[in-house]
Structure formats: structure tokens, C-alpha cells
């Protein structure tokens, strides 16, 4: 995984400055195997940075393509996801925490923020439709897509063994 430096150079020599990116950031599928889940894609991260009193402010939108199953009936899905990032660089000299994003001379590495923002923005939960119907939970098939009679037929069932008559007849029948 190559690293996406922004050259933050002008930016340091002129606090007045706010400069735009538009920039791709590898993404290794380590991030969200454990889900299931590929990229298809690199994120795409355009935003702008500016420096003040030694600290580099960015904000960023970043969107990117993922290969994800329906948690609900486990279809494939490729969908497009995008979030807002907003976070801070500091120089080395005056950080005092080990996870902060730190300022290298004239550059800033932008796949750990971006990696960390995504993963803190993945949604916990994805379905292939906001109406996804599942699995049956009989039969076992695709709700979105065949329409089985399980759930009448059980009722019917369940109604049948609840209602007392039913058992005289039976008797009756005998
Ligand atoms: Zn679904
Ligand atoms: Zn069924």
C-alpha cells in the first residue's frame, strides 16, 4: 500500500492560505474482511486543509465502493458509501499522543485518518432494501424473491391444533 501524501508545504509558509484536494487513498481489505466485505474501489477524498499555529486542519468527504452481503437475506450487494471527515495534524514537536496525525516536515499521510474515519463510519448493519424481507425462516428461500406459503400453511396449523373441535372431530372421524 503506497502512502497518499499531501504536500502541505504552501499551506505551512502561508497561514492565510486554504488549499483544495482531490485525491484516491489505496484501500486493503484487511480493514473489513473480517465482515465479509471487499472494495471495489480506491476512496476518493476531496476536501481542504489550512495551517494555523502549528497545527494542520483538513476536512474531507471520502467515498468509496464496497462489496458487501445484505444482513438481512445475505445477497451481494456493491454499494457506494461517502462520509465527512474533519481532523487535525500536528507537528511532531508538539504532540503528546501517540495516536495523533502527525505533521512530517511538509507532508501529511492521509491513509490512517482516512482508514480509521472509515471504519468509524461503516454502518453496523446493511441491507440489500430498506424493505428486504429476509429469509424465510421455514423454508429457508429469498423473501425478496419467491414468495413461499410457510408462513399461511403454519398458522393454519397452529390454528387448527388450538381449536378443541378439531379433536372431536378427529374422534369422530375414527
Ligand atoms: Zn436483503
Ligand atoms: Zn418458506
Keep these: 500500500m503506497s502512502a497518499m501524501l499531501l504536500n502541505i508545504g504552501k499551506a505551512k ?89 502527525l505533521i512530517n516536515q511538509i507532508a501529511i499521510d492521509l491513509d490512517r485518518p482516512v482508514c480509521d474515519n472509515l471504519l468509524y463510519n461503516l454502518p453496523s448493519r446493511i441491507l440489500c432494501k430498506e424493505n428486504c424481507q429476509g429469509l424465510c425462516d421455514i423454508c429457508g428461500k429469498n423473501k425478496n424473491t419467491y414468495s413461499c406459503n410457510c408462513e399461511a400453511i403454519e398458522s393454519e396449523e397452529r390454528h387448527r391444533e388450538q381449536n378443541p373441535f378439531n379433536k372431536i372431530k378427529i374422534i369422530g372421524d375414527n
Excluded: Q
Aim: hydrophobic share 35%.
Design 13 to 101: 509558509r502561508n497561514e492565510d492560505i486554504v488549499e483544495d484536494f482531490d485525491v484516491e487513498v489505496s484501500l486493503d481489505d484487511d480493514l473489513v474482511i473480517d465482515r465479509g466485505y471487499h472494495f471495489l474501489s480506491p476512496a476518493r477524498v476531496t476536501g481542504s486543509f489550512y495551517y494555523k499555529g502549528s497545527i494542520l486542519f483538513l476536512d474531507a468527504k471520502v467515498t468509496y465502493t464496497l462489496s458487501c452481503v445484505c444482513d438481512n437475506c445475505g445477497e451481494e450487494i456493491e454499494r457506494e458509501f461517502s462520509f465527512d471527515m474533519s481532523e487535525e495534524f500536528v507537528e511532531e514537536y508538539a504532540s503528546h499522543d501517540p495516536d495523533d496525525y
